[in-house]
């Protein structure tokens, strides 16, 4: 965040930055996509550098686990290649074999609320999973392990990305 106005553009590298004294530029960069989600101007872009996304977590509106949650228009794209662009969900704690991993604790690894318009070039997303149950608080919780959208009057590009060994159930 630049003079307290959200940047068009943000930069995110795990392995230098800092979600606490990064200012989000490409000098001194935030560490997680969750921190430049946040501080991007509406349409703007976050920009992420090479690495392993395999840490924090964020509660969506309806109560799942997500490594990135998007709340706004913008573009999440990676600067390398998307072998090396890594957004890694989890296995839920309390799972069992026969449900492939999904549960109460398990990680999606990117969800795209409902009526924005998003953007995800050049990642892999592996390992994501969704709670098992179909129903929960009203609410269906188990699609996309992966990327996941809901609502309507929105879209969601997904180019260039890997998707792989993600469950939803």
Known sequence: VLSGRAALEVWVDKSVGSDTAGRGTSESPYATIQKGVGEVAEGGTVWVRPGDYSTGETVDADG????????????????????????????????????????????????????TKVVVRGFTLTGGRTRRDSNWGGVSQNYGGGVHGSGSDGSIQVQDCIISDCAAR
């Open 64 to 115: 799942s686990l997500n490594r990135v949650y998007i709340t706004k228009n913008l573009t999440l794209a990676a600067t390398g290649d998307r072998r090396e662009t890594i957004i890694r969900g989890a296995s839920a704690s309390d799972a069992s074999a026969s449900n492939l991993g999904c549960g109460d604790t398990a990680v999606r690894c990117v969800r795209v609320a409902g009526g």
